[in-house]
């Protein structure tokens, strides 16, 4: 759910009410320090996120480190926008997550379920062992 985190730093940026904040703290320089740190925090938790997928990829199938992190970020960004947005989680919206995720789990029974061995280096000409 890294993502989505980023996607909450995204909202509270551009959306969010640093007026009011930026009034209380110091005035527009306050606004923007806050709106810079806040633009961190979009970046940084996606970075996470990558990071975390990269290493998923070492140890799981594709397929399977990708409906990981699918589904952590749709399940992810519903709770934080219910509880720090107020918005409303509709049938309509549950229905539909339950349909990509019953999909992703669909694909994950499909998949392979072995993770190839990493490819070894292969030796450079010159180190070759010589025949006698």
Not at 38 to 62: D, E, I, K, R
Request: some cysteine; overall charge neutral; aromatic content about 6%.
């Amino acid at each position: 759910g890294l993502g989505s985190l980023g996607a909450v730093f995204g909202k509270l940026t551009f959306e969010g009410p640093m007026g009011m904040v930026a009034q209380v703290a110091g005035g527009p320089a306050a606004e923007l320090c806050l709106r810079a740190v806040t633009l961190l925090g979009v970046f940084a938790p996606n970075a996470a996120m990558w990071h975390c997928y990269v290493s998923a990829l070492q140890g799981l199938p594709t397929v399977h480190a990708a409906i990981i992190n699918t589904v952590a970020n749709i399940v992810c960004s519903a709770i934080w926008g219910a509880l720090l947005f107020a918005e409303p989680l509709s049938l309509r919206w549950a229905l539909g997550s339950l349909l990509m995720a019953a999909g992703l789990a669909a694909m994950t029974a499909a998949a392979p379920h072995e993770v190839p061995a990493p490819a070894t280096p292969s030796s450079p000409a010159g180190d070759k062992p010589k025949a006698e």
